[in-house]
């Protein structure tokens, strides 16, 4: 059985910041897209950034500059180094694992909210 379980969400002043935390059980990370996505209330989810099976990243350009994504293969996780953060960063953070159609899983979320 697959199992994405996110860690690390919380409470983070503007400027802070906050590191989140994949935890996968029943897959090979390194065999599989790794995505973070947010979802802010009355809003669509929207992909913040992705890590490949070879390792290329990508960001949305809202966070790039201030967010790093991560695998670790040994830990079976990937990880979002979240820098600077804005309030607009407010959100709940899911953990998405693809390798193709059929083999795709979702995490439940984990909540962020940036305020003073």
């Known amino acids: 059985q697959v199992q994405l379980v996110e860690s690390g969400g919380g409470l983070a002043q503007p400027g802070g910041s906050l590191r989140l935390s994949c935890a996968a059980a029943g897959i090979i990370v390194s065999a599989y897209t790794m995505d973070w996505y947010r979802q802010a209330p009355g809003k669509q989810r929207e992909l913040v950034a992705t890590?490949?099976?070879?390792?290329?990243?990508n960001y949305a350009d809202s966070v790039k500059g201030r967010f790093t994504i991560s695998r670790d293969n040994a830990q079976s996780t990937a990880n979002l180094q979240m820098d600077s953060l804005k309030p607009d960063d407010t959100a709940v953070y899911y953990c998405y694992a693809e390798r193709s159609r059929r083999l795709r899983y979702w995490g439940q979320g984990t909540q962020v909210t940036v305020s003073s």
């Open positions: 890590i490949t099976r070879g390792g290329s990243t």
